[in-house]
C-alpha cells in the first residue's frame, strides 16, 4: 500500500525538524524551513510521479520513496555551522530536488517543466522569488573546493572559473599519477557531471545510474570524481574466456575491499563490459541487499568474522555468525558505491530496467546528453587556445570553432537520413568531436609543414636561379680585367727568382763550416756524458739504502723520540745508537763517573738526551737535512768501528727500540754514502774539466749558427716574398678559371633548370595561396577521417558540400571543391596502395587515406573482401609493414597471443571475420593505452604487460553488409565502409575482362601501370634530390661543379622519364581506347553483381562473395561464343554470362524467388539502360504515388474499392496515366472485359493505352501497373510475360533449368564446400548418395545428424575426410549454431595441399543467420525443392528419366502413358499448396521418394499382371504412398479423386485429356524415343497452369495469387533503397497515429447476455448457439484489442509504465505485423496489420453484427467465423 502524504510528512519533519536545531545561526528561522520543505518535497514528488511516466524513450523515469528520501539525505549533508540564512538552506534544498529528480531528464521540455515547478514551489511553500534563491545560472554544491580539507565541508560553487580551475588542477594530478592519463576539456556541461557524480559518491548507498551514449563521457567523470573524492576505483578486466568465475571472484574482490577493509571503493561498470546477462542480475543484488548469493568460500567467511566482530563488539550486540554478516553488509553497503554506465539505445536498456529494477529504484540517475552547440564551441576553442594554433590559423581561429561545431551537427542529421534511407546505424558522440579536434590539429600541422617545405624549397631553387643570373654578366667583366695583372706579377715572380738562387748558395757555405764545429761539439759533449754516466752509477749504488734509511726516518712519530728520552736506563741499542749520533752531530759527551768503576767514562745517552732528544721534530729535521756529501773522515773514523760492530745493526737495534732502529739505518747509510762519494770525487773532477772544454766548443758553434741564421732568415725573407708573389700570381690564375668555371656552370644551371623555373614559380603561387586555405581544407579532411567512414560515397559527398557551403557562409579561405583526395592524397604513395590491390574509384582512394592518417584503428565493412585483399598485399610489402603481418581471427584459440606478437615485435596485424560484437579483451589496443614502464612504452592486453613497438599496426575487417555497431564500440575505432562501388566494381570487372580477351594487352597495362609508379617515383626523388641541393647548398653554387654536375644528370634522366611518360601516356592511351571497347561488358556484370548481392536481404543464405562471382565470370567468358567483330563478342559474353550467371544462382534460390529473381535482373539490366521511368517502377512495386485522383467510382457493381483506389493512386502520381481513370468512365464495359478474362494482361486495353506492347520495357511497365491496378491477381503472371517479352532477357529467364548435381559437384573443391538449403520436407540425402553411387564413392559417403553434443564427432569426421579423401555429409547445421564458428574456422584452415583431392564437404541447412557467411559466400548453394508449377515439375521428373526407363515392362506403351499419369498427379498435389486451404487444408511436403515408390510399384503391377491393376494401383498410390503423409480425411478424399481420374483404362486411349480444357492429356509417344516426345509436349504446355487443372473454379487462385504478388512485391520494395524520411514524425508518434486510426475503426464488444435472449438456447435452432459461442469469442479478442491500443495510446503519453508485452505490440504496429497479444486470442491468420484488421472488421461489424441485428442470414461466409467446425457441426445438425 502507498504511503500516504501524512505519513511522508511526519517522518521526514521529524528527521528535518531535529536537525535543523542544531544551527547555531538564526535557529528560528532555520527551524521555520522545516514544513515548507517538506510539503515543497512531497509536492514536487507527487507532481513528477503523475506527470513524468515511463515511455520506450523515458524507461528510467521510475520515481519511488527512495527518491523522495535522497533529498533530505543530501540536505542533511551541509554543515549546520556553515550556513548563514535561511534562503542558503533554501538553496540547497532545490539543487538536492534538481539532482534527485531533474539529472535524469532526457530533454530541454521536461527541464523546462521541471524548473517551472520549482519556482511554482518557491513561491507556494516558501514564498520567494526563483532569482533571488538561485542567482546564478548552475547551481552546484560540492564538497572539495578546498583540497586536503578535513572536514570536508558540503557548500555552494557558485563560481564556475573557480571550479574549473580546481577541477582542472586535480585532473592534473591525475594524470600526472594514473598510466592511463585523460586528455579531458573541462566545458561547464562535464564540470556539472563532475560535481554530480562527486555529491552521490560522498553518500551512504551512494549509486550512480549514469545514462549517455558511449563516448559522451560517462566513464571518464567517473573517474575523474573518484580521484577527486580520494576513493579507490574498480572495473573488471573483460579478457577472452572471461565467465561466470571470473565475473564472481572479481565482484567478491571489491565487496571484500569496501567490507573488510572498510574503505570505500567505486564501482566503474559499463554495460559494454555484460558478457551475461547474470552479471546485471548481481548487480541489481549488490544495488538492492549489498549481497550476492553464494559468494563467499569458507575462508573468506573467516576473513568477514575477524574483521567484522568488532563491529558487534562496538555496538553491544551478539557476535553471532549472522549478526557479523550483517554488520559486513552495513560496511559494504555504506562503502561501495556503484556507477553502472548504461547506453539508453535499444531493447536491451528498456528490457534490463524492466527486470531488474534495482538499477533505477537504488540508483541516482544522471543522464548525459548530446553536447548542444554551446559545448561544441566551447570545447573547440579550448582546444584551437595554444600559441602554435592561434599562430597557424590567425584570424580563421572563430570562423574554425563555428565550422566544427557545423560538422559535428551536419553529421548527426545526416546519420538519421542514412537510417532513414538505407537502414545503416551510425553514432555520432562527444568523442567524435574530440577525435575530429585532435585530427585537425595534426593534419593541420603536417598540411602545413608540407606545403611549406615545399614553398621553402621551390623559392630556394628559384633564388638561386634568380642569383646565378644576376652575376653572369659581371663574371665577364671580371675575367677580363684579370688578364694584364697577371703578366706584371709573372715579371715580378721570376726577377725574385734570380737573387733567391744567389743568397742560396752563400747560406751554403757557411751551413758547412756550421756543421763542422757541431760536430766537435758533439763529440766533446758524449765524452763529457760519458765521465758523468760513470760518477752517477757510482752514486746510485748508496742511493737506495739512503732512501731506504729516510723513509724509515719518515715513519718515525715524535712520541717514538721521546720515549727515547725518557728512558732511564736505555738498553745497550739505544746507548750504541746515541753514541754514534753524537759522532755524527759532533757533540762532546759529558763525563761522568761510572758505578762499576769509579772512573769518568763519557755519558753519550744523557749528553743525547740534552741536546739531539731535547727537540724531538729538530732532531728528525737534522737526520733528514744532514750533509751527506760533506763529512768528514774523523767523524767516519770514530764510527768505523760501529759499522761492523753486530750489535750495531737495524734487527739488533729494533730489540730495543723502533725509534733508534730507523737512526742506526741511517747512520749506515751516511757510512756508505760517504765511501761512494770518496770513489766518486776524481770522476768529478775530471767531469768539470771536461764540461769547461765543452762549453767553449759551445760558443763557436753558437756563433756560427748566428751567422747562418742571419742568412737563412734573409734567404727565408726573399722566399715568402717569392712564395706570396707566386700566391698572388696562383690567386688571380684560380680566380679566372673560377669565373671561367661559374661561366660554364651558370650556362649549365640556367640551361638546365631555366624550363623548370616557370613551373616552380606557379606552384610556389600555388602553394603560398593553398598555405591560407590550408585551415579550410584541412577541416574537411579531418571530418572526413573522424566522421565520414561508414558513410556510402553519395552521403559523403552530400555533407562534404554541406561543409564546403558552411565554410562559404563563415567567410573561411579553402580550395573550391576540396575534399580529402585532394588535400591529403600522395600520388606516388597512392599509387603503390593501387599496386597493392586498392581499387581506383574516389570512395577506395578516400577509404585507403583514412585508414593511412586516423588515429583510431580501422574496422573494414569489407563484404567483398577487397580491403581484406589490399591489406593483406600490403602487409607483404617491406616498404609499409617493415615486420610483416599477422592473420588472426576470434574464432582462434589463440588470437589474443598473435595480438600480443604483433604488438610486441610491431608487425601488423589484421583481425578477420569480425562480427557486431567485439572482443573486451581488445579494449587496450582499441583505445590504445600504452603507457610508459621503466623508460619503455608498453601496453596491458588481458593479465599480461606488453613491450609496445611503433610500427604495430591494427586492422579489422567484417564481410557483414550492414553490421551495427553500438556507440560504444564506434567510439574505440574508425570505421571505413570500403562495400564496393558500381563503378569501382566495373573498372575492376573491366580489367578481367581485357585481361581473359587481351591477354597482352592486359600483361602491356599491367606493365605501364608499374612502370609509370616506377617512373613517377623517380621524377620525384628527382625533383625532391635537385631541390634539396639547392636549397642545402653552401656558399656560391656556381663553384659546386659536382653539384652543378648532378643538377645536370639529375635534369637528363628527367627528362628521358619524361619522353618515357609521354611515350607510356600515349600507350595507355591505345590501352585505354581498346579498353573501353569492352565496357559494356564491365557495366553489365556490375549491375548483375549488385542485383544478387541484394538477395542477401531476401533470405540470409542468399551470400555471394565477389570472388565466387569474378571466378564465374571468368569462367563464362571462356565459355561465352567466340566472334572476331569486338561487339558480337560483347554481346555473346554479356548474353552468355548473364543467362550463366542466372542458372547458377537459380539452383540456390526458393521456388518462391526465381520468378523474383528473374524480375529483378531484368529490371537491374534496363535501369542501366535508362529503360525504367523511376516513378512507375516505384508504383508498381509499392503502390504508392504522391497524390490521389479523387474521381467517382464509375461503376462499383465490379471494381472494387481496392482496384479504384489503386487507379486512382496511378491517374494521381504518373503523369502518362493522368487519362487512367478518365478511362475507366469512358470505357468501364471494355475495361470490364478485360477485367474478367482470364489473360488481362495480354488483352488489349481501352483507349488512350491500347497500344503498351510487352515488348517495350517503359510501355511494358506500364501494363504491368495497369494489370496490378486492375487485376492484382494476375500481376505475377504479367511479370512474366513481361521477362519474356524483353530483349535483355526471354522465355529461358522464366524457365529455371532442373539443378544439376554433378555439374554443381563439378563447381566444387576440396576448400568449396556444397551446401544444401533446407525447405520443409525436402531430403537431399538421396540424391548425395544417387552421385556418390554414379562415382564410386558410396564407401566413402560419411554423415553424421548434427545436434549437441556432436562436435566431436563432427569434428572427428571431417580430420579423416582429410586424410583419407572421404565424401562428409553434415546435415542440419541450423541446429547447431553454437558450433558454427568452428565450422567456418575448419573450412578456413583446410590445406589444399596438405588434403586428399577427393575429399569433399556436404553441409545441409535450413535458412539461419547464424550460418557461417564466409561459407555460404564461396560455397555451392543449392536448394532442394520441387520446381514451381505443373510444367517445371513434369520437366524435372522427365529431364532425370532415360528412354530405358519409359519403354520398359512388358506393356511399354501402356507403362509409357500410366507412367505419364503418375508424373502428372505428383506434380498436382505439389502444386495444389500454392492454393493454400482450397488445394489441401493442410500442407504436405511430398518428394521424389514418394514418386519413386510408386513408379517401381506401378512398373511391378505392369508387368505381373497382364490386366493392369488400376484399383491396386490407385490403392497404393493414394492410400500408402502418399496418404502415409496425408492426416486429413478430406485431403485423403481429395487424393482419391485425383488418382482415379488418372490411373484409370482411359488414360491409355489417344489424347486423353487430364483437364475440362484438355490442354493437359496423353500423348502416344515413339517408343524409340518416347523421351524426347514427352518433353516436347511438355515445352508446350503453359508456364503457369491454371485452376481448372486442379478442378477448381477459374478464380480459386486469386487469393494465393494477390497473397504471392504482395509478398513478392513486398521484398523487392524492401531491397529499393529510401528516398524519403518520416518527414519529421517520430517512430512513437507513427505508432500512436496507428493505434489511434485502428482503435477508432473500430467498434465496442457485444452485449453478450442481450443476445442470449434474443438468440436463446434452442434445440431446433443451433445456429443460436453458434452465434453464441461466435459472439464470446469474438468480444474476447474486441476487448483485447480496444484495450492494449487504449493502453498503448497511454503509455506513449507516458500515461502508464510501458510493459514488455506493449512496447512488442507497438513494435508490431510499425512493422504492419498482427501483435501477438490480439494473436493469442484471435482466429489463426498470416495476413499483415492493415489486412488483417479490415478482415477482423468484415468479420465483426460486417458479418457477426447483421446477423445479430437481422436475424439468421440466408447465405453464411464459412471463413468469417471463429471456429468453422463448429458451424458445420450445427449445420449437420440442423438438418438431421
Known amino acids: 500500500v502507498e504511503m500516504s502524504d501524512q505519513s511522508k510528512d511526519t517522518i521526514f519533519r521529524t528527521i528535518l525538524g531535529h536537525w535543523l536545531k542544531s544551527f547555531p545561526n538564526n535557529t528560528s528561522g532555520f527551524t521555520a524551513l522545516a514544513e515548507p520543505m517538506v510539503l515543497g518535497t512531497i509536492h514536487t514528488f507527487n507532481k513528477v510521479l503523475a506527470d513524468l511516466l515511463p515511455t520506450p524513450a523515458k524507461c528510467h523515469y521510475v520515481f519511488n520513496l527512495r527518491d523522495l528520501s535522497k533529498v533530505f539525505q543530501g540536505t542533511l549533508m551541509a554543515e549546520p555551522k556553515a550556513m548563514q540564512e535561511p534562503v542558503e538552506l533554501v538553496r540547497l534544498w532545490v539543487h538536492e530536488c534538481k539532482r534527485v529528480f531533474e539529472d535524469r531528464m532526457i530533454n530541454e521540455q521536461d527541464h523546462v517543466w521541471f524548473v517551472e515547478l520549482m519556482k511554482a514551489n518557491l513561491g507556494d511553500f516558501f514564498r520567494l522569488d526563483w532569482d533571488k534563491v538561485c542567482p546564478n545560472p548552475v547551481l552546484l554544491f560540492g564538497d572539495f573546493m578546498i583540497p586536503g580539507a578535513d572536514p570536508k565541508i558540503y557548500a555552494e560553487i557558485p563560481d564556475m572559473i573557480e571550479l574549473k580551475h580546481r577541477v582542472e588542477e586535480y585532473l592534473a594530478e591525475h594524470n600526472s599519477e594514473s598510466k592511463q592519463p585523460m586528455p579531458l576539456v573541462m566545458f561547464n556541461d562535464a564540470l556539472e557531471h563532475v560535481a554530480r557524480i562527486s555529491r552521490i559518491i560522498r553518500q551512504p548507498q551512494g549509486n550512480a545510474l549514469l545514462l549517455g551514449v558511449g563516448g559522451s563521457g560517462r566513464q571518464s567523470m567517473t573517474r575523474l570524481a573518484t580521484y577527486i573524492s580520494g576513493y579507490k576505483l574498480f572495473q573488471v578486466n573483460i579478457i577472452k574466456g572471461y565467465g561466470q568465475n571470473e565475473w564472481r571472484e572479481d565482484l567478491k574482490q571489491c565487496l571484500m575491499f569496501a567490507g573488510i577493509q572498510d574503505k570505500p571503493i567505486v564501482f566503474l561498470f559499463s554495460d559494454a563490459q555484460v558478457v551475461m546477462e547474470s552479471m546485471v542480475e548481481d548487480l541489481n543484488n549488490i544495488l538492492n541487499a549489498g549481497d550476492v548469493p553464494n559468494l563467499y568460500l569458507p575462508e573468506d567467511e573467516d576473513s568477514i568474522v575477524s574483521a567484522c566482530r568488532v563491529e558487534c563488539q562496538r555496538k553491544r550486540i551478539p557476535p553471532t555468525k549472522l549478526n557479523i554478516f ?35 529504484n537504488c540508483c541516482t540517475a544522471d543522464w548525459f546528453t548530446l553536447w548542444p552547440k554551446d559545448a561544441l564551441i566551447s570545447v573547440a576553442r579550448a582546444t584551437l587556445d595554444t600559441a602554435d594554433m592561434q599562430a597557424m590559423l590567425g584570424e580563421v581561429l572563430e570562423p574554425m570553432v563555428e565550422m566544427f561545431g557545423a560538422i559535428h551537427l551536419s553529421v548527426e542529421e545526416a546519420s538519421k537520413d542514412f537510417w532513414e534511407m538505407l537502414r545503416r546505424r551510425n553514432y555520432v558522440t562527444p568523442t567524435s568531436y574530440l577525435e575530429l579536434l585532435s585530427s585537425f590539429s595534426s593534419l593541420l600541422k603536417f598540411k602545413r609543414d608540407e606545403v611549406s617545405t615545399k614553398c621553402i624549397r621551390l623559392q630556394a631553387g628559384l633564388d638561386k636561379l634568380a642569383s646565378t643570373k644576376e652575376v653572369v654578366g659581371s663574371l665577364q667583366k671580371e675575367i677580363e680585367a684579370l688578364a694584364p695583372v697577371l703578366v706584371v706579377k709573372s715579371k715580378e715572380v721570376s726577377e725574385m727568382m734570380v737573387v733567391i738562387k744567389k743568397d742560396k748558395a752563400d747560406a751554403e757555405v757557411i751551413k758547412a763550416a756550421c756543421e763542422i764545429e757541431e760536430a766537435k761539439a758533439n763529440e766533446s759533449a758524449a765524452a763529457t756524458k760519458a765521465i758523468a754516466d760513470s760518477a752517477q752509477a757510482d752514486l746510485d749504488k748508496a742511493l737506495p739504502a739512503l732512501a731506504k734509511a729516510l723513509k724509515s726516518l719518515d715513519s718515525l712519530k715524535k712520541s717514538d723520540i721521546d720515549e727515547v728520552k725518557s728512558l732511564g736506563k736505555p738498553p745497550g741499542g739505544v746507548r750504541l745508537t746515541m753514541e754514534v749520533c753524537c759522532y755524527m752531530f759532533e757533540i762532546k759527551p759529558e763525563m761522568v763517573k761510572d758505578p762499576d ?29 744532514f750533509d751527506k756529501d760533506n763529512i768528514k773522515d774523523a767523524i767516519i773514523q770514530k764510527i768505523e768501528p760501529f759499522m761492523a760492530n753486530p750489535d750495531f745493526t737495524p734487527e739488533a737495534i729494533k730489540k730495543a727500540s723502533v725509534a733508534c732502529t730507523a737512526v742506526c739505518m741511517w747512520a749506515h747509510a751516511m757510512n756508505t754514502y760517504h765511501y761512494v762519494a770518496l770513489g766518486v770525487a776524481p770522476k768529478k773532477a775530471k767531469l768539470a774539466e771536461a764540461q769547461a772544454g765543452l762549453d767553449i766548443v759551445l760558443a763557436k758553434l753558437a756563433e756560427a749558427k748566428a751567422t747562418l741564421k742571419q742568412v737563412v732568415d734573409k734567404v727565408a725573407a726573399l722566399e715568402d716574398q717569392f712564395n706570396a708573389a707566386i700566391s698572388e700570381k696562383a690567386e688571380l690564375e684560380a680566380k679566372a678559371n673560377q669565373c671561367q668555371v661559374r661561366m660554364v656552370n651558370a650556362d649549365k644551371l640556367i640551361g638546365g633548370l631555366g624550363g623548370e623555373e616557370t613551373r616552380w614559380k606557379e606552384t610556389v603561387a600555388t602553394l603560398s595561396k593553398a598555405l591560407v586555405s590550408v585551415p579550410g581544407d584541412v577541416s574537411v579532411s579531418a571530418g572526413t577521417v573522424s566522421y565520414l567512414g561508414p558513410f556510402t560515397a553519395d552521403f559523403r559527398a552530400r555533407i562534404q558540400d554541406g561543409w564546403r557551403e558552411t565554410m562559404v557562409k563563415l567567410g573561411m579561405p579553402h580550395t573550391p571543391g576540396c575534399d580529402i583526395e585532394q588535400t591529403l592524397a600522395d600520388p606516388v604513395k597512392l599509387q603503390k596502395w593501387q599496386l597493392c590491390g586498392l581499387p581506383t574509384d574516389p570512395l577506395s582512394t578516400q577509404n585507403g587515406i583514412m585508414m593511412d592518417v586516423g588515429r583510431r584503428w580501422p574496422l573494414v565493412i569489407d563484404p567483398q573482401g577487397q580491403a581484406n585483399t589490399y591489406i593483406k598485399r600490403m602487409g607483404k610489402e617491406k616498404d609499409f609493414a617493415l615486420n610483416g603481418l599477422d592473420i588472426v581471427k576470434l574464432s582462434d584459440k589463440n588470437f589474443l597471443r598473435g595480438l600480443e606478437n604483433g604488438v610486441r615485435f610491431g608487425r601488423w596485424v589484421l583481425l578477420e571475420n569480425i562480427y557486431e560484437q567485439l572482443e573486451a579483451s581488445l579494449e ?55 562495400t564496393v562501388t558500381p563503378a569501382g566494381l566495373e573498372d ?32 620525384f626523388d628527382i625533383e625532391s634530390q635537385i631541390l634539396f641541393l639547392l636549397s642545402n647548398s653552401k656558399g656560391n653554387i656556381l663553384d659546386d661543379t659536382v653539384l652543378i654536375q648532378t643538377l645536370a644528370e639529375s635534369k637528363v634522366t628527367s627528362e628521358e622519364i ?13 590501352i585505354f581506347e581498346r579498353s573501353e571497347e569492352y565496357r559494356p561488358v564491365a557495366f553489365r556484370t556490375s549491375l548483375l553483381y549488385f542485383c544478387i548481392a541484394s538477395l542477401a536481404n531476401v533470405d540470409p543464405m542468399y551470400q555471394y562473395s565477389l570472388p565466387w562471382y569474378t571466378t564465374l565470370f571468368i569462367k563464362g567468358i571462356a565459355e561465352a561464343p567466340p566472334s572476331g567483330d569486338i561487339d558480337e563478342r560483347c554481346f555473346n559474353i554479356i548474353d552468355f554470362y548473364t543467362y550463366q550467371l542466372f542458372c547458377n544462382v537459380c539452383r540456390s534460390l526458393f521456388e518462391e524467388h526465381k520468378l523474383m529473381f528473374s524480375f529483378l535482373i531484368c529490371i537491374a539490366i534496363l535501369q542501366g539502360d535508362q529503360k525504367v521511368e523511376p516513378l512507375s517502377w516505384r508504383f508498381l512495386i509499392s503502390g504508392m504515388s504522391l497524390s490521389k485522383d479523387e474521381a467517382p467510382n464509375p461503376d462499383p457493381s465490379w471494381i472494387e474499392s481496392n482496384v479504384w483506389d489503386e487507379v486512382a493512386n496511378a491517374t494521381g502520381g504518373l503523369e502518362w496515366a493522368k487519362g487512367l481513370a478518365e478511362s475507366f468512365k469512358a470505357h468501364t464495359a471494355e475495361w470490364k472485359k478485360v477485367f474478367d478474362s482470364n489473360d488481362p494482361h495480354l488483352q488489349t486495353f481501352p483507349k488512350p493505352f491500347d497500344d503498351l506492347p510487352l515488348e517495350d520495357p517503359v510501355e511494358g511497365m506500364r501494363r504491368l501497373i495497369i494489370v496490378r491496378c486492375l487485376r492484382m491477381d494476375k500481376t505475377m503472371d504479367a511479370v512474366q510475360a513481361f521477362v519474356m517479352a524483353q530483349k535483355v532477357c526471354g522465355r529461358r529467364f522464366v524457365e529455371p533449368p532442373p539443378m544439376n548435381l554433378k555439374e554443381c559437384f563439378n563447381d566444387s573443391s576440396i576448400t568449396m564446400p556444397l551446401i544444401f538449403i533446407l525447405s520443409t520436407g525436402s531430403d537431399p540425402n538421396k540424391d548425395i548418395q544417387a552421385l556418390a553411387e554414379s562415382m564410386g564413392c558410396m564407401d566413402s559417403l560419411k554423415s553424421i545428424a548434427l545436434g549437441q553434443g556432436q562436435d566431436k564427432l563432427a569434428e572427428a569426421l571431417v580430420a579423416r575426410g582429410l586424410e583419407k579423401g572421404d565424401w562428409v555429409l553434415l546435415q542440419n547445421c541450423h541446429l547447431f549454431v553454437s558450433w558454427m564458428p568452428t565450422l567456418e574456422t575448419m573450412i578456413e584452415d583446410i590445406n589444399p595441399e596438405d588434403t586428399a583431392p577427393d575429399f569433399r564437404l556436404w553441409l545441409t541447412s535450413k535458412p539461419s543467420p547464424a550460418f557461417p557467411m564466409a561459407v555460404l559466400q564461396n560455397g555451392v548453394k543449392m536448394t532442394k525443392e520441387p520446381p514451381k508449377g505443373l510444367r517445371a515439375n513434369l520437366k524435372a521428373m522427365y529431364k532425370k528419366m532415360s528412354d530405358a526407363d519409359i519403354a520398359t515392362t512388358s506393356k511399354p506403351e501402356s507403362f509409357a502413358k500410366l507412367l505419364f499419369a503418375l508424373c502428372f498427379y505428383h506434380a498436382l498435389v505439389i502444386e495444389r499448396k500454392r492454393f493454400g486451404p482450397l488445394g489441401w487444408n493442410i500442407p504436405y511436403s511430398f518428394n521424389d521418394t514418394d514418386l519413386d515408390i510408386t513408379i517401381e510399384q506401378l512398373k511391378l503391377y505392369t508387368d505381373k499382371y497382364e490386366e493392369i491393376p488400376y484399383a491396386v494401383l490407385q490403392l497404393l498410390t493414394s492410400m500408402v504412398n502418399y496418404g502415409g503423409r496425408i492426416t486429413d480425411d478430406k485431403d485423403m478424399r481429395t487424393s482419391d479423386i485425383v488418382v482415379a481420374g488418372l490411373l484409370t483404362p482411359s488414360t491409355l486411349a489417344q489424347d486423353a485429356p487430364f483437364s475440362r480444357s484438355g490442354t493437359y492429356r496423353t500423348i502416344q509417344a515413339s517408343m524409340d524415343s518416347p523421351l524426347k516426345d514427352y518433353l516436347s509436349y511438355i515445352e508446350e504446355l503453359p508456364l503457369s497452369a491454371e485452376p481448372e487443372v486442379f478442378g477448381m473454379h477459374e478464380n480459386a487462385a486469386i487469393t494465393c495469387a494477390i497473397n504471392e504478388v504482395v509478398h513478392i512485391f513486398g521484398i523487392v520494395v524492401s531491397l529499393q533503397p529510401r528516398t524519403t524520411s518520416g518527414g519529421g514524425v517520430s517512430r512513437e508518434e507513427q505508432i500512436d497515429g496507428i493505434a489511434a486510426g485502428l482503435e477508432k475503426s473500430g467498434l465496442p464488444p457485444w452485449d453478450e447476455e442481450k443476445i442470449n435472449l434474443v438468440y436463446p438456447v434452442d434445440y431446433n435452432e443451433s445456429m443460436n448457439t453458434i452465434l453464441k459461442q461466435e459472439v464470446a469469442k469474438y468480444n474476447r479478442v474486441i476487448r483485447q484489442v480496444n484495450f492494449t491500443l487504449q493502453q498503448l495510446q497511454l503509455a ?40 488483417w484488421f479490415s478482415d477482423f472488421l468484415a468479420r465483426t461489424k460486417g458479418f457477426m453484427q447483421k446477423w445479430i441485428d437481422l436475424g439468421i442470414p440466408a447465405a453464411f461466409w464459412i471463413s468469417g467465423f471463429f471456429f468453422p467446425q463448429g458451424f458445420l457441426t450445427a449445420i449437420l445438425q440442423n438438418y438431421a
Open 924 to 978: 587496450p589496443v582499441l583505445m590504445q593505452q600504452v603507457f610508459k614502464q621503466g623508460g619503455q612504452d608498453v601496453i596491458k592486453i588481458g593479465d599480461n604487460v606488453i613491450p609496445y613497438e611503433d610500427g604495430f599496426r591494427f586492422f579489422m575487417t567484417t564481410k557483414m553488409a550492414n553490421p551495427h555497431y553500438p556507440p560504444e564500440t564506434q567510439v574505440k575505432v574508425s570505421i571505413v565502409n570500403f
Open 988 to 1019: 575492376q570487372l573491366l580489367n578481367i575482362v581485357v585481361q581473359e580477351e587481351l591477354p597482352d594487352l592486359a600483361e602491356k597495362k599491367s606493365e605501364l601501370v608499374v612502370s609509370n609508379a616506377k617512373m613517377n617515383m623517380q621524377l
Open 597 to 625: 768503576s769509579g772512573k769518568k767514562v763519557p755519558d753519550f745517552f744523557g749528553t743525547a738526551k740534552k741536546t739531539l732528544l731535547s727537540d724531538a721534530k729538530a732532531f728528525m729535521d737534522s737526520l733528514i737535512n
Open 1058 to 1070: 619524361k619522353a618515357k611518360m609521354a611515350e607510356a601516356k600515349e600507350t595507355g592511351k591505345e
Open 326 to 360: 550483517s554488520q559486513y553488509i552495513i560496511r559494504v553497503r555504506r562503502n561501495l558505491h556503484v556507477c553502472f554506465c548504461m547506453s539508453p539505445l535499444g531493447e536491451a536498456f528498456r528490457d534490463r530496467l524492466r527486470n531488474f529494477p534495482s538499477i533505477v
Open 1692 to 1731: 506513449l503519453k507516458g500515461l502508464v509504465v510501458l510493459s514488455a508485452d506493449l512496447e512488442a505490440m507497438g513494435n508490431a504496429l510499425f512493422d504492419q505485423q498482427v501483435p501477438e497479444l490480439w494473436m493469442k486470442v484471435a482466429y489463426p491468420s498470416l495476413k499483415p496489420l492493415q489486412a
